[in-house]
């Protein structure tokens, strides 16, 4: 089992910049894919990137390629999600995941383990 807290988030104003991260406990950390989600207001959960165990392949959902990076650090159990050109449409709750296997999925069912999230909030 792995327990995921993610932490960072904060108000931001648009155009800022955020990384995000998210420690896991356990000592088989390294061969979890770990993923981000985020929640808005009223909206439905939805994928925003994920990340192999190796760290050299990334997913990320098609509207944040680009602004978002996803990484991660074995040796510090932690995965972050660096975040750039923040806009008030990226205000939600921020929640990192992990699933065993190798394929990245963007579907949350496809994840075993969910942090508690934390809110990310982008003034205008």
């Known amino acids: 089992q792995v327990q995921l807290v993610e932490s960072g988030g904060g108000l931001v104003q648009t155009g800022d910049s955020l990384r995000l991260s998210c420690a896991a406990s356990?000592?088989?950390?390294?061969?979890?894919?770990m993923g981000w989600f985020r929640q808005a207001p009223g909206k439905e959960r939805e994928f925003v990137a994920a990340i192999n165990w190796r760290g050299g392949s990334t997913y990320y959902a098609d509207s944040l390629k680009g602004r978002f990076i996803i990484s991660r650090d074995n040796a510090k159990n932690t995965v972050y999600l660096q975040m750039n050109s923040l806009k008030p449409e990226d205000t939600a709750v921020y929640y990192c995941a992990a699933r065993e296997g190798i394929a990245l999925v963007r579907g949350e069912y496809g994840y075993d383990y969910w942090g508690q999230g934390t809110q990310v909030t982008v003034s205008s």
């Open positions: 356990g000592r088989t950390f390294g061969s979890y894919i």
